[in-house]
């Protein structure tokens, strides 16, 4: 991925965060329920952890969490929360950057990998995802699945009142298939466990909406 990409992700982030949090409220019990689940008490990497909407409150059920995201600001203000200090964090694109790991469980949550501007640089997200994850751990990754008819891709730039006054909301989404999941998540030596519809765990039958993939390692 060229360092425009890069520079593009960081550009979402910085023009957002000081009104992230408006846009997206905080996880359910339910979520945090079973994410803790399914960390079993071992290390967890979020891939475009932003200003700690999950992070956070999973550090504050004692799990040792990583994140990574291309903007500085989303960063900061992570940093300026209550726990922020205790995350460890790495600046960085995370489909050019990897971290070290191993982790027992890698997130990419709120449709985050599609911001990732083609399938080639999703492709190699993944593979860096699978390359830091350890024997039983398990990479969920959060995606929205749409019809067949709609464009892959697609961007938005829309006007918001927010607390800090008018500002505008803009990205670009290159929508993932599951199709193209399972099909990189195998070339990784992963294999899908489960595909849910919502944090319940109900199983997913190709409904439109939010898409919820669970892999580990094809031994596992």
Known sequence: MSSDSESSAARYGDGCAEFYDEIYPPPSPLALHRLVELAA????????????????PLAARGIAVHGIDASPAMLAALRRKPGGDGIALTLGDFALVRVAGPFQLVLCLANTLALLPDGAAQRQALAGFAACLQRGGRLLLETSHVPATQPTQSQWNIELNTQVG????????????????????????????????????????????????????RED
């Open 41 to 56: 008490g071992g290390a967890v990497l979020e891939a475009g952890v932003g200003t700690g909407r999950y992070a956070l």
């Open 166 to 217: 008018k500002r505008r909301y803009s990205g670009h989404v290159r929508t993932v298939l599951p199709a193209e999941l399972d099909d990189w998540a195998a070339a990784c030596g992963l294999a899908l466990k489960q595909r849910w519809r919502n944090w319940s765990g109900q199983a997913w039958s190709g409904e439109q909406g939010a898409l919820f993939s669970l892999f580990g390692h």
